[in-house]
DNA sequence: TTAGATAATGAATTATTATTCATTCCAGCG
DNA sequence: CGCTGGAATGAATAATAATTCATTATCTAA
């Protein structure tokens, strides 16, 4: 197996996203992959231990991607108003440029659980990055005091989450990122808003 | 194949139930369920077509099954906010009442949307109950009237269901109904809850 | 009690694919 | 030009499991 990371390598692993994401893994053959990437059945099992192996690399290859760059965005907010919006705008945007992943990442969730012990993962590291947006709004005291953080970050990645989801059911055929604001005001206002109920 | 519904029918999908969301449809084998049912592995054929059948039939089942008693909780609820509550209520009630099911409209994501079309899914009729909602309150002003609710109830539903997601994730290990509540009042206050910005 | 019908069994069959490996290709070098 | 080692090939192999069906068991009604 080869260990550095050539074009070949990349290219089966493109190859393998789309496979995966137009079949599901299962469904997904090698021969499927392999022709996809031009090459030979026999070449995959040069640069990867087996089909699992496949899958494994392509989920930790993207992760430590979209990790970085949502990172990166968090820490350019100042506010926690701010690095939520940029946070949640990175994700949409981040999805609709490669919806291979966005398929994957909502396909292969119990592949995802089943890794979830070797892996970074990135619902691990984005509850994470909530949390803290989450304490340092209600240090502002621009966020309510009296949030259960647990449930509160469970609530904004469920509903990016699904509405990813329904982007990719429709086949993205609509902006994704132009959600980003709308999304944000509903998580920060409700959908009660402030109209007062009694 | 046999055509009534009798006991052993029952049996055989409640034991697919145990063994899909133990192992996942593609790892989960005829054998498995068969002995789990406590059947020989051919019985299986007399009441279902295939594999994919009994996983289609699980899933059919229980969507009427919680369809059914979502209505009856929108319905019993009088104004937008009391059958919201109502219908959160009653997803996570049915959701901690059983975990396979929970399990496997999570895990299988893939097969659900493959078969979409030929069944009344879950999520369409409770994105469709989530409409009406969303427009009671906004024609009784307990709601905002600059909703997007194509998002809205996509928000709503994404919630709930990151937050079963993290309750399976944990094993189910505390009750899934006491949430409900402060989902409810996320949804309604946001975050922020009133607090003035600017 | 038993003939006929119905249901259940599980070993054998079949189909599918992941994986291997003997062979071929090819680039760079003396 | 040959030679050599690494890279690539793809036909053959092996393993897995879904599905079938000849056989056996069980039930029903006369």
Redesign the pocket.
Known sequence: M?KNRSE?YHKILTSAGDVFARFGFY?????QIASQAG?????L??YFK???DILYQFISYKTAVVFEKMNTAVATGKTAEEKLRNLIHCHLQEFQNDKNMAVIFQSEVRYLRDIQSQIKDISKMYLDLLSDIIEQGQIEGSMRQDLFVGLVKRFILGAVEGVISTWVSAEGRYDLVAMADPLVDLYLNGVRGGINSI
């Open positions: 080869q070949k469904k997904a053959t090698i021969s090459v030979a059945d026999g070449t099992y040069l087996n089909k699992d």
